[in-house]
């Protein structure tokens, strides 16, 4: 792998930066704690830029989604939303309620835009990103993770920092927030091509991992 600090690899060993790295959350699975540091350092950084605190109100694009199913978590036990609403296929509504959004909203049936109401926050993980100021309130803010992410709209690349994820350990270890894993995870190594595949048509729920690593 050219750039492991940008895009990971698939190994049984690595060398990784001290700065990168957490403790595995105690009641966790290798599996388990594997699908977290991308998804919900992602989740919080992007909650961070848009200035997001307790009382607010957050629409969430891709609900369901690797990202979008710990945005709904982090805004719900650590952040103290007002409201939370989500985006997904039907299929996928009653989890997007389990997760804590308020308001599923089934985006193959109903168009967002057309919500009488307006947010704070808007969390774009699909690709929304021009569709999602008409659903903001004044001096709100949208933060997406698809490019390009044209202003306002503010748009970032993860950098990875393992002081985030012992941040949120405690929730992980309470079972407030949980890593949602797709029921087909995790593939073994032998099926990697399979797994990358399934993940590019985008009707993956919560994160694919590989596991183990022989």
């Known amino acids: 792998m050219v750039y492991p600090k940008v895009v990971g690899s698939l190994a049984e060993y690595t060398a990784a930066e001290e700065k990168l790295l957490s403790h595995k959350p105690r009641n966790l699975s290798f599996a388990e704690a594997a699908s977290l540091p991308l998804t919900i350092e992602t989740a919080y950084n992007g909650l961070e830029l848009a200035g997001f605190s307790a009382g607010k109100s957050i629409l969430v694009l891709g609900g369901a989604g690797g990202v979008g199913t710990l945005i709904i978590q982090l805004a719900k036990h650590v952040y103290g939303a007002s409201k939370i609403a989500a985006t997904s296929s039907t299929g ?10 308020d308001t599923p909203i089934d985006y193959t049936k109903e168009n967002f835009e057309d919500l009488p109401e307006k947010f704070d926050v ?71 091509v399979e797994a990358f595949s399934y993940l590019e048509t985008g009707r993956a729920t919560g994160k694919v991992v590989i596991h183990p690593i022989p």
């Open 122 to 192: 808007v969390y774009d993980t699909v690709g929304q990103t021009e569709s999602a100021f008409k659903v903001l309130k004044e001096g709100g803010k949208v933060v997406t993770i698809v490019p390009p992410g044209l202003p306002p709209a503010i748009f970032f690349v993860l950098t990875s920092d393992g002081a985030v994820l012992e941040k949120l350990r405690p929730f992980l270890e309470s079972g407030k927030v949980k890593p949602i894993l797709d029921p087909k995870s995790p593939f073994p190594f032998s099926q990697t």
């Open 92 to 101: 996928k509504l009653e989890l997007l309620r389990k997760l804590g959004a």
